[in-house]
């Protein structure tokens, strides 16, 4: 019941670059801004991309985030084995005033 | 440093009511809300609701309406949501999260798990 779609998974080798994507539409993403959180095996989700593309204090560059109209991506670059991970994207829902969450993304390192 | 540390695991039979706590320290309480956030097992994440420690106000998700109530105690720095006429698909990890305004949860508890059995 998700209303914003991510890939189920994407794989990478180390050192390499992946993207996920977030599709969304006019009443979420198009009209708000999004972010990305990051949940380690058997733990908490962890804040990663806010605003779209802000990384909190901590968050290393090599995790980036954009918006372009009612999709948003967030990518990795320089994969390391301690990437994998669950990644989703959320953003507020005008129309279900709520806060909607992607289905997530599995990211496996080779 | 900002903790979230929610209340210990329970197991509820079908109809019941649970409710669960999140006591916050390190910053200062009513300058940001909570959100409650759920997680079914294996599956994704769903959001429950915001609340103000400022004020009180609610906003809960729709789907949820008339059976979840958020409320929070300042003296306390606690959090508290409550899920009524349990159901077996309400068993799940139960998130709470630091949120200033709905939407933005930057801190989160460690999960409480909630099983719904007969």
């Known amino acids: 019941q998700s209303v914003l779609t991510q890939p189920p998974s994407v794989s990478g080798t180390p050192g390499q670059r992946v993207t996920i994507s977030c599709s969304g539409s006019?009443?979420?993403?198009?009209?708000?801004?999004v972010n990305w959180y990051q949940q380690l095996p058997g733990t908490a989700p962890k804040l990663l991309i806010y605003?779209?593309?802000q990384r909190p204090s901590g968050v290393p560059d090599r995790f980036s985030g954009s918006k372009s109209g009612t999709s948003a991506s967030l990518a990795i670059s320089g994969l390391q084995s301690e990437d994998e991970a669950d990644y989703f994207c959320?953003?507020?829902?005008?129309?279900?005033?709520?806060?909607?969450f992607g289905t997530g993304t599995k990211v496996t390192v080779l | 440093q900002v903790q979230l540390v929610q209340s210990g695991a329970e197991v509820k039979k079908p109809g019941a009511s649970v409710k669960v706590s999140c006591k916050a320290s390190?910053?200062?309480?009513?300058?940001?809300?909570i959100s409650w956030v759920r997680q079914a097992p294996g599956q994704g994440l769903e959001w429950m609701g915001w609340i103000s420690t400022y004020n009180g106000n609610t906003n809960y998700a729709q789907k949820l309406l008339g059976r979840v109530t958020m409320t929070t105690d300042t003296s306390t720095s606690t959090a508290y949501m409550e899920l009524r006429s349990l159901r077996s698909d309400d068993t799940a990890l139960y998130y709470c999260?630091?949120?200033?305004?709905?939407?933005?949860?930057?801190?989160w508890g460690q999960g409480t798990l909630v099983t719904v059995s007969s």
């Open positions: 959320a953003a507020w829902d005008d129309s279900l005033n709520g806060h909607v």
């Open positions: 999260a630091r949120d200033q305004s709905g939407g933005d949860e930057d801190y």
């Open positions: 006019s009443s979420n993403i198009g009209g708000n801004t």
């Open positions: 390190g910053y200062a309480f009513a300058n940001f809300g």
């Open positions: 605003s779209n593309n």
